[in-house]
């Protein structure tokens, strides 16, 4: 046990501000208004209300109530960590009766409640935890916090984003702890747990919850020990007890109850390993197989606990059990534990284990594979309890438990079998406490608080109070390597009553027993804590022991007076020394004293500590009231804060705790310095620990304390003695305070050049002391390390040089350096320090001697070199290209010293690796006296941005490496300028040429607002509706009431106004597709009709009419795609599809349901299903879709089914019904509605598109007989679900090629008709879907299906398409066709008419794209007469698309290409002897070439080809014409319906290659067809053109068809090419398919929107087309918005300057990041470039202010009138920069040049478009102008200057080549520097002595020319002269200077200006013969 370190024992400090306490919970719950009803409900049973004095009887219960709900209150209290906000606040969460309240406040602001929550029984426990939400992307979990309040029989869980969960508990709960996974709970033991000889094997006690959704588990453990390394066992000890939980590190610490110790685990998820070992059944060695009794009991119990009404109710579980459920333990876990079949084994295997103490019989409930979960063995015989003999670290025995082998198996299989319950989280053992030897008496109790605390040095304790022994038990904790281990060194007991951490000051406050506050940092004693006034004043003591007579209690009683053991009260604790209190013989009074109660009750002390938050703590008082105090931290300035550091990091741990520990106490000293002095006072503190007599020094004796120390604190410092001595005396007078009392009136004038004179002279110093005045003492703790400290804190002032906003700090420090440099001789150092600050350093002159004899005493570190490191010098010879040694830095301290190095080393030197492999060519670490944890702190954000450096620039590099350290702008400001220009000249690199994909951070670095917000759009989260961020999409609020029902009010906004700016085509579009108004009839009576017929007539009108009406919704819900965000609380508007008609003139009302005409029967039934789906197509995918939202949408009324049913497959198709809950699913099918069944089984497979779902597979399986076993009971499925269930079995197994499903789905192409007149009606539909479905699964698998060879696939789909003989049925399917059809004779062979279209498309589907000839040529049309009179017209059709999609690679948009289909009898010259029908020859020639064109528009599919669409055009035009003549008797009227029919497909397939586009002749032609109604126009027809039209405008132009192969499928279902005749016709295809198109739409519509405005705006594209074997790489210019080609064509997008920055997204190294942006609306935001005006307001280019600015570039800046700086840039910095500083304005008229130099600046800034640069012109322009004046105090200017110079002359020395890169171009930067140089020339002409003195290291006087030799030396870059003497020798021609230039290290041009002197100076005073000038550049 290592000891506790005394440090400081007689000081004490002052603690802050104490204020009262009360929960903020209390009050709150007091007022809140369901507490009183709550009560009143809980307790009507309880307290009798139906007694005769009812009134009595409530006010009774009411007293119960709140004297239970005192006792039950409780809180707790955190760090706040919700709040976005900077200061740091409280959280409490406070739980009394059925309430939890979480409050917030801080000490700025009030408390408030956050969430309150009322739970329906007594809140047992609340508490905080965060939950890991697993993501469904990627293995990323993202962390919920949510707040858990157990009740006895649940816990509810409330997450901070609103959701809540309920969870059932199956067991009572005695705790709920939080850790880094989720909850913890122990269960309640039962009433006979606890009995030492349980019967059988204990149950576990600890489970674990991850996720409130989450199966409660148990939770397994791995003991320590020398025998078990593989035993783990479910954790079922009943006497462990889990005292504390922690998450970072992620720990358990639990307390053994009969054993007395505690025990640390390591708490982390469960390995697979692991798992399965606790699963398995294991079979001992002995060959006892165990698991014969299923103790799935458990299992079966975690499993119906959540069923049981009341936690008590178990009876029939327990009676199950065979036990009577007498016992009240809530689920009869006693039952367990005396179950009759338990067999116990005996075997030696088990008992050769001895466990580690606190595990010592857990159960090893193991389950075995079978799942009938099985019974582990005891682990411990009887007789090893007294064997110790084991290495085991504790051994200790067992309850006896002599298992008995005969115990029977009888009922041990009756038991259900239950699945295991799977654990999740694994405890391993770290460390447990040795077991405490002697009696029992002495077993330690059970911590009452355990927590974690690190001291000042960084050790990390976990200390765990035991109130038995009143002490705190403090264990060191290191984490190794392997992070999920601790090691545990060494343990420390301090005394204690109670502890507290104070987490961040890194010490905790102990309340020691005689009742005073110690602070202690880890296991080190800082001090005593003094408290202010009202605590002390309550209880002091004067009044009650009259025996203490000195007054001094009354003044500052310290506040542990009241408490009960006086007799700690020694001198230590109080201001002056009171000896007496000593004497007294407090023993003998002790016991009358405290005997007497009324005293007890008088003086409050302090009983306890809680709720410690930060520095923060609550004292608990006797008396019951609370105060909470605030501890003062460590230091307050930043600089004190970073000495500290510094210091820690480099002493040995016990001289950085001496020291830490030392200022601690001076810092916080009662009656203290205000912070103002904290500096003095260090400077004090530190050079007093290291020796000096500061009161000696001058400039330390008059070290500002504004404060005159009060005599008190000046004598803490002296050695506290019994008595008082004249020591004491004399120490007074030498006191500071005596000394400054003194000299007050002489210390205002007193000049500091005088003050060490007047030191000699007084009479003090001419005593014997005056010789050891300046000597160090070297037996200061301090006095070896000196060395060493100054090294760091040089490092520490070199890195608070590269922040401007420290750079302050660093001339208090300077003060500090110079002394100790002195001390040490360390000439170059101090050197340094004086050209840093001249005017400074040249006070100080007074230096210390350190004795010879003890100089080796002092440790010096390696890294102190005789040159000192200067970080300016360093980056100067990077910029110079010169070579420099590694710069010396701290990790963890120097932080911006290493960024900016490396920076350097990166992008000047140029070196790639300088960040990753190469740091240490640039930086030298240090390695410091102790290993703390410091090491290197650059995981700020860290993983946010990957660094991935390939070819990218080094600009690129710098600023993705930075982004990766976690610089920001703001860091950027605080470097001086001359360091940040390269730096911003990188950035500025980055902003021209940026990557699309960089981070937001990265974007934020170099300025891109635009591309910022487009990261930050990413990594939203995906949650929110990608509208709502960004532009909205918000149509115009409508005029007219009646607009919002026609279902298209959405797709009209700001985007489809850019698309379309010239007409309203959109507005035409929804007239077209309304369908929720009344038609017009307009039917002329003519004189001959009746009243009667003439409404006959109008009826008959309408009914063809709503041929049209009916079916318009498929076409709207193309048009209206994902157009609409629903609002989650109320239902989906569906707009009313009318079928009535107005008849003009008197708008009467004509309806068909009149009775005068026949209407077919459910002709509506469709029509709304396709009405229901096009409303929900509305829904877009990234919108908030629940299932309760969808079952909310359900109609009441009956005949809205079909709309519901639509409405569903809509859900599917934009994937939200994979939302939906499998019991609503289960529920919709089993009413057993045809349409719902459909909409729901195409929706679910849709929106589960090709992942082989197994659950969908079975719904699906259900609802076709050939996927069921052939015994199964013929279900009736009608046959339309049937159709779609089989189009589903392709949808979900798209493209997976699976085998069974082909298998079947072939069979069932060619499926012959029942018995029983079964599936002999629309076999067509069927067959076609079996064909579709049968392609879709093997889709362009071609001829590589893998395991189908045997299927024969094409030859037998081939077979089905031309006929023959049907082949045997192989399989399951025989046994259903065994006896033929009685109705349809088809004979034995194949009925091609059903089966040809489904095997043709199945063909082109499964060879889709692959260009396989030999498939191709099988469906050529044939070439003979003969052959082709054969075939259906419309087989022809299909066979040629079939054939070119196969040949998908040789389809060209051309005409010849066309024609090339038609055979070529056709094409050739008839022989007229020949039979020709030429019916069928024009036929078959229109159905090939319709082929053909569906063909093309497919292969072209939303590329908007115009060679295509041109192609298409002609041929439909052509149709036109031959269909004009159609009345004629040319063309038959058979004829007419096949020219419509080829009609429509060649529109269809114009509207598939300008999909999206709206394409004006398309909308002509839609237009033109939708006019026409009756005659052959039937429903199928209007179908077709009005899908037509939805395709054109899909998605309202912001989607558009995707060609790949699922799309190309989609399509074939959807635009089938035989439309239905009538609305309720499926014969051929069912019309549900229709919608299938959606799946082949993809978003492609780019829309720029500008990043200021947030509008969508026009911009420039260029988009470059990858190279095919078509074209070579092509670019072309959009104007965006526009739709994009498909992304895989492509190479790359930009967005073209002039007008906006440019921005590229390069393709071809990913699509992803471009296609997020297309799904996100594609919104792409862009930024106006300075000075330029948007297209929309400028078209032509002509208003940009360039335009006219450079139109006068001759007159320079005159031109610029700061007015106009407005139109340049929004940034409101720079407009008031132009407003106050470029105004000519009354007071500023003498300032004219400067007005014009910062016109200048501000133009060149703004025209660059790099404002950031604007403080860096003005720096530059304030630093030469200082300069000219001669009036600096420091040199720092200079050397930024040098620094910008440097790098500017290394850019010209490069050349010019790359000009456009560099930031400073203008003729401003030559001027400056020309200004400098004439300046310093100047001065050096007439002030060369002065530069000779210094060259011969005289003493400099303080004047302005020593200033000015500071700035010439910094800014020529001239080394310390003191050493160049020697070099110089013999040096007497200008020669030999340039042959030593390399050994002087001085730059030429900087040496040319030297000669001179230089010369003069090693060769006395001789004439030079060349005058200077010739050599100034």
């Known amino acids: 046990m290592s000891e506790v370190v005394y440090e400081e024992t007689a000081t004490m400090i002052a603690a802050g501000d104490l204020q009262s306490f009360v929960p903020f919970g209390r009050e709150h719950c007091r007022n809140h208004p369901n507490a009183f009803n709550l009560q009143l409900r809980e307790l009507q049973p309880a307290s009798e209300l139906w007694s005769s004095d009812g009134a009595a009887g409530l006010v009774g219960s009411l007293q119960e109530v709140s004297l239970q709900e005192r006792e039950r209150e409780s809180w707790q209290l955190r760090k706040g960590c919700t709040g976005v906000k900077e200061d740091e606040f409280e959280e409490e969460l406070y739980t009394a009766g059925n309430m939890a309240v979480w409050s917030q406040g801080s000490r700025t602001q009030a408390s408030s409640v956050y969430k309150?929550?009322?739970?329906?029984?007594?809140?047992?426990?609340?508490?905080?935890?965060?939950?890991?939400?697993?993501?469904?992307?990627?293995?990323?979990e993202e962390v919920e916090q949510m707040v858990c309040i157990v009740q006895s029989s649940c816990i509810n869980v409330h997450t901070v984003t609103g959701k809540d969960f309920l969870s059932p508990l199956p067991f009572q709960v005695s705790n709920v702890w939080a850790t880094k996974f989720g909850l913890l709970l122990e269960r309640k033991n039962a009433a006979n747990d606890t009995q030492p000889n349980p019967p059988g094997e204990p149950l576990p006690t600890v489970f674990s919850i991850l996720h409130p959704l989450d199966e409660i588990a148990p939770i397994v453990c791995k003991p320590s020990g020398p025998f078990e390394g593989s035993r783990v066992q479910y954790v079922s000890d009943s006497n462990m007890k889990i005292v504390f939980t922690c998450c970072q590190p992620s720990i358990v610490v639990s307390y053994d109850t009969v054993q007395g110790t505690h025990t640390v685990w390591a708490l982390r998820k469960v390995t697979h390993d692991e798992r399965s070992m606790v699963l398995r059944c294991p079979t001992e060695p002995a060959g006892t197989p165990l698991g014969l009794m299923a103790s799935g009991f458990l299992a079966s119990h975690l499993r119906n606990a959540s069923h049981l009404d009341s936690p008590g109710g178990s009876g029939g579980l327990g009676?199950?059990?065979?036990?009577?459920?007498?016992?009240?333990?809530?689920?009869?876990?006693?039952?367990?534990?005396?179950?009759?079949?338990?067999?116990?084994?005996?075997?030696?295997?088990?008992?050769?284990?001895?466990?580690?103490?606190?595990?010592?019989?857990?159960?090893?409930?193991?389950?075995?594979?079978?799942?009938?979960?099985?019974?582990?063995?005891?682990?411990?015989?009887?007789?090893?309890?007294?064997?110790?003999?084991?290495?085991?670290?504790?051994?200790?025995?067992?309850?006896?438990?002599?298992?008995?082998?005969?115990?029977?198996?009888?009922e041990s299989m009756a038991m259900p079998a239950m699945e295991p319950i799977i654990p999740d989280l694994c405890v391993e053992q770290l460390w447990s406490e040795a077991v405490s030897a002697g009696c029992q008496r002495e077993m330690s109790s059970q911590a009452s608080k355990v927590f974690l605390t690190s001291d000042l040095c960084e050790s990390h304790y976990l200390c765990f109070l035991v109130e038995s022994h009143q002490h705190l038990r403090c264990v060191k904790f290191i984490e190794s390597n392997d992070v999920t281990q601790l090691i545990f060194p060494s343990v420390t007991t301090i005394p204690a009553k109670d502890a507290a951490p104070l987490q961040n000051i890194d010490a905790m406050l102990v309340l020691e027993a005689c009742g005073s506050l110690v602070i202690y940092t880890g296991i080190t004693r800082v001090s005593k804590v003094h408290l202010p006034s009202p605590l002390s004043h309550s209880i002091s003591l004067t009044n009650h022991l009259p025996y203490l007579s000195t007054p001094v209690e009354t003044v500052s009683t310290p506040a542990n007076a009241g408490s009960r053991h006086i007799h700690r009260l020694n001198e230590d604790a109080m201001p002056s020394p009171v000896s007496e209190l000593k004497s007294l013989n407090i023993k003998q009074h002790e016991a009358s004293f405290f005997e007497d109660f009324s005293f007890q009750q008088a003086t409050p002390y302090i009983l306890s500590l809680r709720d410690p938050v930060c520095n923060r703590v609550t004292l608990e008082l006797s008396s019951g009231v609370m105060l909470r105090i605030c501890i003062p931290e460590i230091a307050t300035s930043e600089l004190v804060k970073k000495c500290l550091q510094a210091i820690r990091f480099i002493l040995p741990k016990e001289v950085a705790m001496k020291v830490l520990v030392k200022w601690y106490n001076i810092y916080n000293a009662p009656g203290g310095p205000s912070a103002h002095a904290e500096w003095s006072q260090f400077v004090t503190c530190f050079m007093t620990l290291m020796g000096y007599n500061t009161e000696r020094l001058a400039w330390t004796r008059h070290l500002q304390f504004e404060v005159p120390l009060s005599p008190v604190i000046a004598a803490k410092k002296a050695r506290p003695s019994d008595g008082g001595s004249d020591e004491d005396w004399d120490y007074l007078l030498a006191s500071h305070y005596h000394r400054q009392i003194n000299s007050q009136p002489v210390c205002g004038s007193v000049d500091p050049n005088n003050v060490p004179v007047a030191e000699k002279e007084d009479p003090f110093s001419a005593d014997s002391p005056s010789s050891s005045s300046m000597k160090l003492e070297s037996s200061a703790p301090l006095f070896p390390h000196i060395p060493a400290l100054f090294g760091v804190l040089h490092l520490l002032y070199q890195e608070l040089q590269l922040d401007e906003l420290h750079r302050a700090r660093a001339s208090s420090l300077v003060c500090l350096l110079q002394q100790l440099a002195r001390d040490l001789q360390l000439e170059e150092y101090v050197d340094l320090y004086w050209r840093d600050y001249p005017s400074l350093i040249s006070c100080f002159t007074e230096s210390c001697i350190i004795d010879q004899a003890v100089i080796g005493q002092m440790h010096r570190p390696s890294f102190l070199s005789s040159d000192p490191p200067c970080v300016f010098n360093w980056l100067s010879s990077c910029l110079r290209g010169e070579a420099s040694p590694p710069f010396p830095y701290l990790p963890g301290i120097c932080q911006r010293t290493k960024l900016l190095v490396l920076s350097y080393a990166l992008y000047i030197i140029g070196d790639d690796n300088a960040t990753s492999t190469n740091v240490w060519k640039y930086l030298l670490k240090l390695s410091a006296g102790q290993r703390s944890r410091v090491s290197e702190p650059n995981s700020r954000r860290q993983s946010s941005v990957k660094v991935r450096f390939s070819s990218e620039s080094l600009a690129e590099q710098l600023v993705v490496w930075l982004t990766s350290q976690g610089f920001t702008l703001k860091d950027l400001e605080s470097v001086p300028f001359g360091v940040a220009l390269p730096i911003r000249e990188a950035i500025y690199q980055c902003r021209e040429q940026p990557s699309s994909d960089w981070p937001e951070e990265v974007c934020l670095l170099i300025g891109r607002q635009d591309l910022t917000k487009q990261a930050h759009k990413m990594t939203l989260a995906k949650s929110k509706a990608s509208v709502g961020s960004g532009f909205s999409l918000v149509p115009p609020a409508s005029s007219e009431a009646d607009e919002e029902e026609d279902g298209m009010l959405d797709i009209i906004h700001e985007v489809t106004g850019l698309i379309w700016s010239q007409d309203l085509r959109i507005q035409e579009v929804r007239r077209l597709l309304q369908s929720s108004r009344p038609v017009r009839v307009s039917v002329v009576q003519q004189p001959e009709v009746s009243d009667h017929e003439y409404i006959e007539e109008k009826e008959n009108k309408l009914l063809q009419l709503c041929q049209r009406t009916m079916a318009l919704p498929v076409g709207r819900g193309l048009f209206t795609l994902f157009s609409y965000h629903p609002v989650p609380t109320e239902p989906l508007p569906v707009p009313k599809l009318n079928l009535t008609g107005r008849a003009p003139p008197r708008n009467a009302m004509v309806d068909l349901n009149s009775g005068n005409i026949d209407v077919p029967p459910n002709m509506t039934n469709w029509p709304s299903f396709h009405n229901g789906v096009a409303a929900g197509l509305k829904i877009a995918p990234a919108s908030q879709v629940d299932s309760a939202w969808i079952a909310y949408n359900k109609p009441k009324s009956p005949e809205l089914a079909n709309e519901y049913a639509g409405f569903l497959m809509a859900l599917g198709l934009n994937g939200h019904l994979t939302k939906l809950a499998t019991l609503n699913i289960h529920d919709y099918l089993t009413k057993g509605h045809e349409m719902t069944s459909i909409g729901l089984l195409l929706g679910v497979s849709s929106a589960k598109l090709g992942i082989m779902d197994m659950s969908i597979t079975r719904l699906l399986s259900i609802h076709i007989p050939a996927l069921l076993p052939p015994t199964s009971t013929e279900l009736d499925v009608p046959h339309n679900v049937q159709v779609a269930a089989v189009i589903g079995i392709g949808l979900v197994y798209q493209g997976t090629g699976h085998r069974h499903n082909a298998e079947v789905l072939l069979s069932e192409i060619g499926r012959p008709p029942g018995p029983e007149m079964e599936y002999c009606t629309d076999r067509e539909s069927y067959s076609l879907a079996a064909g579709l479905a049968l392609g879709m699964v093997c889709l362009g698998h071609g001829s590589n299906l893998i395991g189908m060879t045997d299927l024969n696939v094409p030859e037998q789909l081939y077979q089905y398409m031309v006929g023959g003989h049907r082949r045997a049925q192989a399989g399951a399917s025989r046994e259903r066709h065994k006896s033929p059809s009685y109705q349809i004779k088809e004979g034995d062979t194949i009925n091609v008419d059903v089966t040809c279209p489904g095997a043709t498309l199945a063909l082109a589907m499964i060879y889709l794209k692959t260009n396989n000839r030999s498939i191709a040529d099988w469906l050529k049309p044939p070439d003979t007469w003969f052959l082709l009179d054969f075939i259906k017209p419309e087989f022809l059709l299909l066979r040629t698309l079939a054939r070119c999609i196969i040949m998908w690679d040789e389809i060209l948009p051309n005409t010849e290409w066309v024609k090339s289909n038609i055979p070529q009898i056709m094409r050739g010259t008839f022989d007229p002897s020949e039979d020709i029908n030429m019916d069928t020859m024009a036929q078959a020639q229109d159905y090939i070439t319709a082929g053909a064109c569906m063909a093309l528009g497919l292969r072209f599919a939303g590329s908007a080809n115009s060679d295509a669409f041109d192609c298409l055009y002609e041929f439909a035009k052509t149709f036109m014409k031959m269909m004009s003549f159609a009345g004629t008797a040319a063309v038959g009227a058979m004829g007419y319906y096949n020219l419509q029919t080829c009609l429509s497909m060649i529109l269809l397939a114009m509207s598939m290659v300008m999909a999206g586009s709206g394409n004006l002749k398309v909308l002509q032609l839609c237009r033109f067809f939708h006019k026409r109604t009756g005659g052959e126009m039937n429903y199928g027809f209007h179908m077709a053109h009005h899908m037509a039209l939805g395709l054109l405008f899909l998605g309202g132009g912001r989607y558009t068809l995707s060609t790949s192969n699922s799309a190309i499928a989609a399509l074939l279902c959807a635009l089938y090419p035989h439309f239905p005749a009538h609305s309720t016709d499926n014969r051929y295809h069912l019309q549900a398919l229709r919608h299938l198109a959606v799946l082949a739409a993809e978003p492609r519509l780019l829309v720029p929107v500008d990043v200021d405005s947030l509008k969508p705006c026009y911009a420039l594209l260029e988009v470059t087309y990858k190279g095919t074997k078509w074209y070579n790489e092509t670019t072309v210019e959009l104007m965006a918005p526009t739709l994009l080609p498909e992304l895989h064509l492509l190479k790359e997008v930009k967005v073209k300057g002039p007008r906006y920055w440019e921005l590229s997204l390069n393709l071809s190294k990913e699509t992803q990041h471009l296609k997020s942006i297309l799904v996100r609306d594609g919104v792409l935001y862009v930024k106006l470039r300075a000075g330029q005006l948007p297209y929309k307001d400028d078209p032509q280019g002509w208003k940009s202010l360039l335009a006219t600015a450079v139109s006068h570039r001759n007159s320079g800046v005159t031109a610029f009138k700061p007015e106009a700086i407005s139109t340049f840039t929004s940034e409101p910095a720079l407009i008031s920069f132009a407003e106050f500083f470029c105004k000519t304005s009354e007071g500023l008229k003498s300032r004219e040049d400067s007005l014009m130099l910062f016109s200048a600046m501000l133009y060149e800034c703004v025209t660059q478009e790099c404002p950031e640069m604007l403080p860096t012109y003005i720096a530059i322009e304030q630093a030469v102008g200082a300069l000219r004046q001669g009036d600096f105090q420091q040199t720092f200017p200079l050397w930024q200057l040098r620094l910008v110079v440097e790098l500017w002359d290394g850019r010209m020395l490069r050349g010019l080549a790359n000009k456009h890169d560099t930031l400073l171009t203008s003729e401003f930067l030559p001027v400056m520097k020309n200004a400098v140089d004439v300046a310093l020339d100047n001065w050096l002409k007439d002030h060369s002595s002065v530069v000779r003195s210094y060259m011969r290291g005289e003493v400099l006087s303080r004047d302005a020319q020593a200033i000015m030799l500071a700035c010439f030396l910094v800014y020529r870059s001239i080394p310390c002269f003191r050493n160049t003497q020697a070099k110089l020798e013999g040096c007497n021609s200008f020669a030999d200077l340039l042959l030593r230039s390399s050994q002087l290290g001085i730059p030429l041009r900087d040496l040319l200006r030297l000669v001179p002197i230089l010369l003069s100076s090693a060769s006395g005073p001789q004439s030079l013969l060349f005058p200077l000038q010739a050599f100034s550049s």
């Open 116 to 140: 309150a929550f009322t739970v329906d029984s007594p809140v047992q426990q609340a508490l905080w935890c965060n939950f890991a939400v697993p993501q469904n992307n990627n293995d990323a």
């Open 319 to 410: 009676s199950a059990a065979g036990i009577s459920s007498a016992f009240s333990s809530p689920l009869h876990y006693s039952a367990l534990h005396s179950h009759p079949s338990r067999i116990m084994t005996s075997s030696p295997g088990v008992h050769s284990r001895v466990h580690s103490p606190s595990i010592s019989n857990m159960a090893a409930l193991r389950w075995d594979r079978a799942h009938s979960p099985g019974m582990a063995a005891p682990s411990f015989s009887g007789a090893s309890r007294f064997n110790t003999s084991f290495h085991s670290p504790s051994p200790r025995g067992h309850h006896g438990l002599l298992p008995s082998l005969n115990s029977t198996a009888n």
